[in-house]
């Protein structure tokens, strides 16, 4: 089992930055490869970024490529998504989840927290 608790949504202006972080508890969660979804109003649950066990691959949704990093710290169980130049289209409540396999999809995720709100204004 992995528990996972998202945290550092929040309202800001396009052009801004934003890192939400996610708390993983369990004791094998450094077994897991860890992703970030965000579900827009209205829209489906979508796939933003994703990173293996070990930290060393990433990948991302080219719509946050170049502008969003993911990383996580398996000393401390965290994962983090820093979110630079914000755009009104990234307003979503984003979600940290896990999987043993890299299938970025809903349905290959095996593990989900949450979620944190993120607004971005005009």
């Known amino acids: 089992q992995v528990q996972l608790v998202e945290s550092g949504g929040g309202l800001v202006q396009a052009g801004g930055s934003l890192r939400l972080s996610c708390a993983a508890s369990?004791?094998?969660?450094?077994?897991?490869?860890m992703a970030w979804f965000r579900q827009a109003p209205g829209e489906e649950r979508e796939f933003v970024a994703g990173?293996?066990?070990?930290?060393?691959?990433?990948w991302y949704a080219d719509s946050v490529k170049g502008r969003f990093t993911i990383s996580r710290d398996n000393s401390r169980n965290m994962v983090y998504l820093q979110m630079n130049v914000l755009k009104p289209e990234d307003t979503a409540v984003y979600y940290c989840?896990?999987?043993?396999?890299?299938?970025?999809?809903?349905?290959?995720?095996?593990?989900w927290g949450k979620g944190t709100l993120v607004t971005v204004s005009s």
């Open positions: 989840a896990a999987t043993r396999f890299y299938v970025w999809t809903n349905d290959g995720m095996a593990y």
């Open positions: 369990g004791r094998t969660y450094s077994n897991y490869a």
């Open positions: 990173i293996n066990s070990s930290g060393a691959r990433t």
